[in-house]
């Protein structure tokens, strides 16, 4: 009963300049990222679409993780999907240099009928008119869950309500969560969310961790403390993909088990900015998953009061 | 063998605008809020000046709280401390007015005789060199932990490093330890800031909780989520009061109950930022803090991995 996480998404070549140095033609994009993590844990299908300068290499390094790129078209009409972003030294500040969509512009996500089983879907961050087409095409999914941005939430709020009322989890960050809701503190922010909705909601924080609001259980886990941060783009995309995979591979919804499965986000994450390509994740095998859980357990252990 | 935390700091009135409102000659400074959060767990003795506009009934109010005022000298030369901020609508910034030292500034801590035998000595932000007399003072303090700020750490940086290497314990914010430090990351940070002296570091993030380094033990505890924060002014020492306070009640150095202590910082901190006045800490019982204390274990309890 595992297994079968859907993701459409953007796949993508970015180039990304930081404090310690400049990339070009990175393979990114959303899907990218989140398929990556969530092949730790599952066998993801992806939804996307490339151009005809998509390196042959690439789709074979997706194939060789696992992940099922039947639902990837090839689109010889343009160019992938590009990129360029800077980042200050201030890694949470970063500014886009440019946004190519090419091919992404006029994407039409179309399930494959060996994917319209797909238990669990991620909706990643795209126009939120295709995330629903994307929900009617999945005929029994048992947990749903989409990622937006400042984009959608001011340019397309009403389609994006609509798909917000049709899916269980929403996984945003603190920025975007006070955008939607116009409420500066998170609690409020998070039961805002809630009444659009999502029973599950995933406010990410970034370098500060992540709350997740599930029904009324509220759990925080920070992000893990690292000596470097080298790339942090995609980061939120592997959060999403550990968190869905995981879920995924369970195929349990329990309180605990999102829990466990924020946790999961969070390792994958932890794993993942500490290199500009996705090498990191590639080679994170279930013993390390699990070794930089129990770190995890370790650092957020309160013991109990003597008082 | 409990109880006998020293703090020397300020006692001031402060006029504070937030986005709730504006508030005029609140009772304030480092060691009121210090004192009063401290005095829930133990009974705190206070070193600090007052002038001659100091209202006996605020006096009374921290005698009221067990606070024991006999090092706290009244100055009829001149006026109390006074300090005047205004708090942007995201409450983590905020702009001071101004800052008048009056008595402060011609301040020299003395020790009473009954004082120098204190356990527990914690020196809030004042000049680094009246934090190392104070030290001097103490006969045998079992451990001491200090304050400070970017003031002291641009301008008198060589008394810092000499405070430093005689305390054990610092409290710090993450802009504060990445100015001493020059270190990006909150663990290089972290163990730069051990290098200098103190085996045990907290670095504290406001909205986003705080780590605790305690010499290899590494621990975080989120802030607690509220639906609203009136007034954060004083929200790091009744932190500091909170932790200082439960370790000398407890009288224990343990890696487990150091990570108590922070845990309790952050439930007096909780119920400080509420309100413009002290009233919430002088209100708080221990069993408040219980109840909040398992409000944080249930907040932050990892499952284990079922992988």
Redesign the interface.
Known sequence: MSGDVLVVGSVAYDDVETPSGAHKDLLGGSATYFSLSAARFTSPRLVGVVGRDFNPNDRQLLADQGVDLSGLVMDDSGDTFRWGGRYH???NQRDTLYTHLNVFETFQPQLPSAYRDARFVFLGNIAPELQQDVLRQAKAPVFTALDTMNFWITGRRDALLAALRKVDGLIINDEEAALLTDE?????AARGLQKLGPRTVIIK?G???A?LFNDDD?????AY?????VDPTGAGDTFAGGFMG?IA??GELSP??M??AV?AGSVMASFYVKNFNPDNLTRTT?DD??AR??A????????????
């Open positions: 030294a201030d890694m500066r503190t998170i609690l409020n924080r370098e500060h961790g709350f509220v759990f925080y886990v920070p403390p690292l000596e470097t941060v995981y591979r369970t605990a088990n829990r466990r946790v279930l998953v699990r859980y129990e995890f357990v370790r650092m957020t252990t309160c013991p109990a009061l003597t008082l």
